[in-house]
Nanobody
């Protein structure tokens, strides 16, 4: 069993920054991809960013390219999402995702484990 725990969400003004963290624990075996999804009220869950086990392949949604940066520390079993130049449309619950046998970037069906989510609100 794997547990993913997100932290770092909160309220921020437009143009501000936040850093999300996701710590994994439990029966974790390499390789595994990790990433972030988000879900705004009334909308479907969407991909935000994904990173492979060694960090060699990174994907971003077009809406966050140039503003968000995903990284991971395998020794700490933690993935991060640095979010800069935040916009009101970034407001959502952000979910950490892990995939052992596929890729988190392939879509929600490719995710094996989900965190419970952390709320990010961008508002003045």
């Amino acid at each position: 069993q794997v547990q993913l725990v997100e932290s770092g969400g909160g309220l921020v003004q437009p143009g501000g920054s936040l850093r999300l963290s996701c710590a994994a624990s439990g029966s974790i075996f390499s390789p595994y991809t990790m990433g972030w999804y988000r879900q705004a009220p009334g909308k479907q869950r969407e991909r935000v960013a994904g990173i492979t086990s060694g960090g060699s392949i990174i994907n971003y949604a077009d809406s966050v390219k140039g503003r968000f940066t995903i990284s991971r520390d395998n020794a700490k079993k933690t993935v991060y999402l640095q979010m800069n130049s935040l916009k009101p449309e970034d407001t959502a619950v952000y979910y950490c995702a892990m995939s052992r046998y596929g890729s988190v970037w392939s879509g929600p069906n490719g995710v094996d484990y989900w965190g419970k989510g952390t709320l990010v609100t961008v508002s003045s």
